[in-house]
């Protein structure tokens, strides 16, 4: 898709918008000549912080259960 630069200034959020759902990049001209691509951020990148290493890590052990072993506090 290719834009002339006034009509990305008036409708720059919508656009913006639609590349990131369309992931297609938008290239914007100046009298005709392009001299801006607007593209899509790499997913991967987008990509939640909180759940990635979900399924990488395993315990073996009973965390919460008694290890038997004396404390240094009951001694």
């Not at 100046?30 to 315990?59: C, D, H, N, W």
Request: glycine residues 10%; proline residues 8%; aromatic residues 6%.
């Amino acid at each position: 898709m290719t834009i002339a630069v006034g009509l990305f200034k008036a409708k720059c959020l919508k656009i913006m918008g639609e590349v990131q759902t369309t992931r297609s990049p938008v290239t914007i001209t100046k009298r005709g000549r392009p001299i801006a691509v607007l593209t899509p951020y790499p997913e991967e990148k987008t990509a939640l912080l909180f759940g990635r290493m979900r399924g990488r890590l395993s315990m073996t052990d009973d965390l919460i259960g008694p290890t038997g072993l004396p404390w240094e506090a009951e001694q």
